[in-house]
């Protein structure tokens, strides 16, 4: 995730996500109480998780079973958002975008 989220809103976010899973169906876990963490699985067999690591960056991942065994090839604008180059020229996740809730 791209947007700043300040240190004041990330039990929020956590709150929110963890909700919204939870009224999703999803069995959620803490992953670690020292750090917000969550991961959920869906009843489907998705699973979720949301991290935020020591440095304030936030991390969603999900991800599901195949749904066939044949290879699916490129998806077409599947490129995404280009980061922005850190110092060793490779790309810096550092949050760069700014919110007027999230990141005050």
């Known amino acids: 995730m ?15 996500v963890r909700h919204h899973w939870i009224k999703e169906g999803f069995e959620v876990h803490v992953v670690d109480p020292r750090t917000p963490t969550l991961s959920g699985k ?8 949301i991290t935020v690591s020591a440095f304030g960056d936030v991390e969603i991942s999900a991800g599901i079973g195949a749904r066939s065994d044949q290879r699916s090839g490129d998806i077409p604008g599947e490129g995404g958002d280009a980061f922005p180059k850190a110092r060793d020229g490779g790309p810096d996740y550092t949050p760069d975008r700014r919110d007027p809730y999230w990141s005050a």
């Open 42 to 49: 869906a009843p489907d067999g998705r699973g979720v998780n």
């Open 2 to 16: 791209r947007t700043k989220v300040s240190t004041a809103k990330l039990v929020k976010l956590i709150e929110t």
